[in-house]
């Protein structure tokens, strides 16, 4: 015959609880089995409870929806058996409780390469340096001069996610190239490049007699603060503001009053940028190629370079249009040895770029959850 509860009920239970509440319950069952039966055929006894069910028996102990079966079971043999003798009766103590579980009870989980993975997550507070507004605008003072320093320091919480999991294969050589990566897709409703692996974690463990598996652990960060001029959100990408003590080779006209056939007037050329001569091929045609991999901020022949000087005289650091001149400035350029106006124009607003430094990597591969 096989395993069955004898009577269909159980034969005792007792119950407790802990000082915050959480209830437990230890129901007792006599089981019937062949002499030849094993401790799985006792354990699948018919007219035991499956783990996961509520505690309801009616007629009994009465019912509690919160507690529900456990898989903890204990089983000895009737203490009406006789030392000696083939067992055929046993009790069979089943567990039922109201306190939760870190994992689903589904299935019984033998091959701990089966259990599911631990999923928790934090919010990491950080500081950051904030020299733009929400809407992506310049922190700049009245003179125009950028805010730097503590004063615009402020706090933020960076949500990040933990994971761990247990693998047959350690995959170090896998998930050591993804640290300090960024995500290529969408994942977890996070859009690509926005999720940097922030690091990783591993153990060797034994089962068995001498059988090893990993447990590993890995951290991801989202970043949902850094936004670009126009205050869209960036991820992990940077923004790159054209701005140096180095100009394109030049200075400012500074003569507000001219004379011109004995007449004194006011000087047409005063308040703009006058390029003293060199190559400048950057402002027409293609860019040059040796550009740094930074989109918009193109590149001067050294020897073209001077230090910038505002309209005081003063050294001081400027704003650039990404192709070296002064950002908004009117512009001029003569030849150094005639003096002839060879170009003119105004200077475009101060450049900006995106730097992506960090690769990218698809997380997936590592066998992580795709629902959190």
């Known amino acids: ?51 996961g069910s509520s505690l309801s028996l009616s007629g009994f102990t009465g019912s509690d929806s919160w507690a529900w079966c456990r898989p903890e079971v204990n089983v000895r043999i009737a203490p009406q058996i006789q030392e000696g003798d083939p067992a055929q009766y046993y009790v069979v103590e089943t567990t039922y409780s109201n306190k939760p579980r870190w994992r689903c009870q589904d299935l019984d989980i033998s091959n701990p390469l089966l259990e599911p993975q631990k999923i928790s997550g934090t919010f990491r507070m950080a500081q950051k340096e904030m ?53 290529d897709r969408t994942i977890w409703g996070v ?27 890995f951290d991801f960060e989202v970043n949902n603060f850094t936004i670009d001029d126009n205050g869209d959100l960036i991820g992990w990408d940077k923004v790159i503001y054209d701005a140096s003590t180095q100009v394109l080779l030049g200075h400012w ?6 004379t011109v056939g004995g007449v004194d007037q006011a000087d047409p050329d005063y308040g703009k940028y006058i390029i003293d001569g060199g190559t400048w091929y950057t402002m027409d045609g293609d860019p040059p190629p040796d550009t740094g991999g930074v989109a918009n901020v193109l590149k001067i022949p050294q020897k073209d ?19 070296g001149l002064p950002a908004y400035a009117e512009w001029k350029q003569v030849d150094p040895e005639t003096g002839a106006v060879l170009k003119t124009g105004t200077a475009g607003a101060r450049a900006t770029a995106i730097l992506q430094f960090h690769r990218e990597s698809n997380f997936l591969l590592l066998g992580i959850p795709t629902v959190l």
């Not at 929400?134 to 700049?140: F, P």
């Not at 950028?146 to 896998?174: C, F, K, R, W």
């Not at 006209?253 to 001219?258: D, I, K, L, N, Q």
């Open 131 to 183: 020299r733009v507004n929400l809407d992506g605008k310049r922190l700049v003072y009245s003179s125009g001069q950028e805010i730097t320093g503590p004063i615009i320091m402020m706090d933020y919480a960076a949500p990040s996610i933990h994971i761990e999991q247990n693998v047959g294969s350690l995959g170090l050589s896998t998930f050591s190239a993804m640290i300090n990566t960024v995500n």
């Open 305 to 323: 370079v001077g230090v910038y000087r505002d309209m005081n005289g003063a050294y001081t650091r400027c704003d650039l249009d990404g192709h």
């Open 191 to 217: 859009p690509a490049r926005f999720l940097k692996m922030t690091g990783a974690s591993w153990e060797r463990k034994i089962y068995g007699r001498c059988g090893y598996y990993y447990t590993r652990s």
């Open 1 to 51: 015959m096989s395993a069955s509860v004898v009577g269909g009920r159980p034969i005792s239970w007792q119950a407790s609880a802990d000082d915050v509440g959480w209830r437990t319950y230890k129901v007792r069952w006599l089981v019937a089995a062949d002499k030849t039966d094993g401790l799985p055929t006792i354990l699948n006894a018919s007219g035991l409870p499956s783990v």
């Open 253 to 258: 006209h500074t003569r507000a009053r001219t």
